[in-house]
């Protein structure tokens, strides 16, 4: 429908209303929007249209313009509903491209302070620090109330946790805290997503859990994002592991 | 306010229909000429996909009244082929054939609460509702009409 179509299927459709309002002749003005909106046509477009037919309504002989007034409002109400759906879409489209892009910058930083080159520290407890620094992106970046880092090795295993116990003034720092509110969640497949931490050759390094996400379950994009975090967080364990022992750390 | 009501949807005609009272029961509820509107519109949009997907189906409203609040709840069924993958089917909606948004995602987001139960073979039931809160000044009268009907409260 071109704009001139639209034109003068609106001008008859608004003299239907004018003269016989009802819902018949407003389902026809939710159509017309409709096909506007699947044409392409923006709603300056629709609204220069309704002004052209509500003007000449207004010229015909004998009109009572109040009545006319009145009909013109409820059906451009009814026009331009299709394009609030529309709207209220694009926006929630927008939404979502905005934490993707905050979940990538998130993750481009992560992956940079994990190559960065100071990690190649000696002490374990800079290990530690690391796997600190991936529980609280992971968490941060999936909105989880929970994640937990644990590495298995040759000695007990080594963990690091980041909680968000819904306190404004910033997370929970105090690990046995962690570990008691992993004791508290409820143990449904639902409310948990894990990947495996793996080293190049395929060989179990440890995992990384997530618990509780702060609104709703846990999508397919979560999990994807945390894979993505378990693949950079394996490198960089391994490579310090292959600095420590070389050092002779671990 | 009144009971439920029960449109039966073959054809255009009962869009028309159904349209017509989801207003009437909008208006008896309060709801302004706006949220009537995008009630009415999400339900063209069901009962559009109802008679292309499933030729034909029903859709019914009934008013809900809570403490604080009143909602419109419309339950749209049919016994079409139903939807494979109904996640899909409500979030999608600018990459899916119109790309527009419309259809099934447009009605979610022009109401407050909505949900697809589907089966592949076994029909379809969506379910969705409106609310609105009273302002103050109506919750104040409800309370005098409540104490003049209970007076022992």
């Known amino acids: ?250 | 306010m009144g009971d439920e009501v029960v449109v039966s949807i073959r054809s255009d005609q009962d869009m028309v229909e159904a349209r017509a009272k989801s207003r009437r029961l909008a208006d008896d509820l309060g709801f302004s000429r706006t949220d009537a509107t995008l009630i009415a519109t999400a339900i063209s949009e069901i009962a559009r996909n109802i008679l292309v997907h499933a030729g034909r189906g029903e859709i019914s409203m009934r008013p809900l009244c809570e403490d604080m609040r009143y909602g419109l709840v419309v339950i749209a069924r049919d016994s079409g082929p139903g939807i494979r993958d109904v996640h899909r089917a409500v979030e999608s909606g600018f990459a899916s054939r119109g790309g527009l948004g419309m259809g099934l995602p447009g009605a979610r987001r022009l109401m407050d609460e909505f949900d697809v139960e589907s089966e592949p073979g076994e029909g379809t039931t969506v379910t969705m509702t409106k609310w609105r809160v009273p302002d103050d000044l109506e919750r104040l009268r409800e309370k005098r009409l409540r104490r003049a009907g209970h007076p022992s409260s």
Not at chain 1, 142 to 169: E, M, N
């Open chain 1, 1 to 250: 429908m071109s704009a001139i179509e639209l034109r003068t299927s609106y001008e008859a459709a608004f003299h239907n209303h004018v003269v016989g309002a009802g819902e018949r002749s407003l389902r026809a003005a939710y159509e017309l929007g409709r096909e506007a909106v699947g044409r392409g046509l923006s709603l300056l477009d629709l609204a220069e249209v309704h002004h052209e037919a509500l003007r000449s309504e207004i010229r015909l002989e004998g009109v009572d313009a109040e009545a006319v007034v009145r009909a013109a409002g409820e059906f451009f109400l009814e026009s331009v509903s299709a394009y609030e759906m529309v709207r209220r879409g694009f926006e929630e489209a927008s939404r979502a491209a905005l934490l993707q892009r905050s979940r990538l910058d998130m993750l481009r930083q992560l992956s940079d302070f994990l190559a960065d080159t100071s990690l190649a520290s000696d002490s374990p407890e800079s290990l530690k620090e690391v796997l600190r620094l991936i529980a609280e992106q992971a968490r941060e970046l999936i909105g989880a109330r929970l994640c937990l880092v644990t590495l298995i090795g040759d000695g007990p295993p080594l963990t690091a946790s980041s909680y968000w116990a819904g306190d404004p003034s910033g997370t929970n720092e105090f690990e046995a805290d962690h570990l008691s509110a992993v004791a508290s969640l409820p143990h449904v497949p639902e409310r948990r997503l894990a990947a495996a931490l793996k080293s190049l050759d395929g060989k179990e390094l440890g995992a990384l859990e997530l618990f509780d996400k702060e609104d709703g379950d846990f999508t397919a994009v979560d999990k994807a994002t945390l894979v993505h975090i378990s693949q950079m967080a394996s490198a960089a364990v391994e490579r310090l592991r292959l600095h420590m022992r070389g050092h002779g750390g671990d």
